[in-house]
């Protein structure tokens, strides 16, 4: 029963293939997110999605494009991988966040995050 | 925006003695705190979080972290380290009602040493 999963876990593909990732969470969170994880262990977001409406949306190459069918999913598309796309790709989720600028709800629930989906380019 | 600084980058201790890890944030008011941990080819665990209130706040496997407003500060501590403990160890923050946009430290990687 785990709470936000994420497949596959390992990813090893030729540059120039399309890829996707899969994130699901059975928290009955609200809001999921995608980070990228480099090989210096450094964490940062990519994408937020609140209620299937994307909220944040870092400066990430318009090759990755995530999808949310519904609340619950949350899923990662990659084009035309590159060899600096070799990163883990962490899903997250939490509760909170109203998706709108002027008024997004208060929300002190933390983010909780899956095991990750270590990418690796040839 | 937010922004966070873990000023050491890997640090070792012994098992049994007592651990400190830094964390300064950047924010024009108060964030919310965390400190997560990721073990070897895992995904990130809640250690603990600050929101308001108290600043000394009690986490999961022993572990606490002290808000200190005048410092920019919200440094995690343990007093008796085991050798699970070994991890990588990040700070983050985020905006007070937008946990959305969170932002991690660069990590500290704690080595235990027998």
């Known amino acids: 029963d785990t709470a936000v999963s994420q497949t596959p876990k390992y990813l090893v593909t030729q540059m120039g293939n399309d890829k996707s990732i899969k994130c699901e969470q059975n928290?009955?969170?609200?809001?999921m997110y995608w980070y990228k994880q480099d090989s210096k262990k450094f964490l940062k977001i990519m994408f937020s999605y609140n209620n299937k409406e994307l909220i944040i949306n870092e400066t990430v190459p318009n090759r990755f494009s995530p999808k949310s069918p519904d609340k619950a999913h949350l899923n990662l598309h990659i084009n035309s991988l590159e060899l600096g796309d070799s990163a883990v790709y962490f899903c997250a989720s939490s509760q909170g966040g109203s998706g709108t600028g002027d008024s997004l709800l208060m929300s002190n629930q933390p983010q909780h995050f899956g095991d990750g989906t270590r990418l690796s380019i040839l | 925006a937010q922004s966070v600084t873990q000023p050491d980058i890997h640090i070792t201790v012994s098992e049994g003695a007592s651990l400190e890890l830094r964390c300064n944030y950047s924010?024009?008011?108060?964030?919310?705190l965390f400190w997560y941990v990721q073990s070897p080819g895992q995904g990130l665990q809640l250690l603990l979080k600050y929101f308001s209130g108290d600043t000394l706040v009690q986490g999961i496997k022993g572990f606490e972290a002290e808000f200190k407003r005048s410092q920019s500060s919200f440094n995690l501590r343990k007093p008796s380290v085991h050798w699970s403990d070994a991890a990588e160890y990040f700070c983050a923050v985020a905006p007070q009602y937008n946990n959305n946009d969170m932002r991690f430290g660069a990590g500290t990687r704690l080595t235990v040493k027998p």
């Open positions: 928290l009955g969170h609200d809001t």
């Open positions: 924010y024009g008011a108060t964030p919310y």
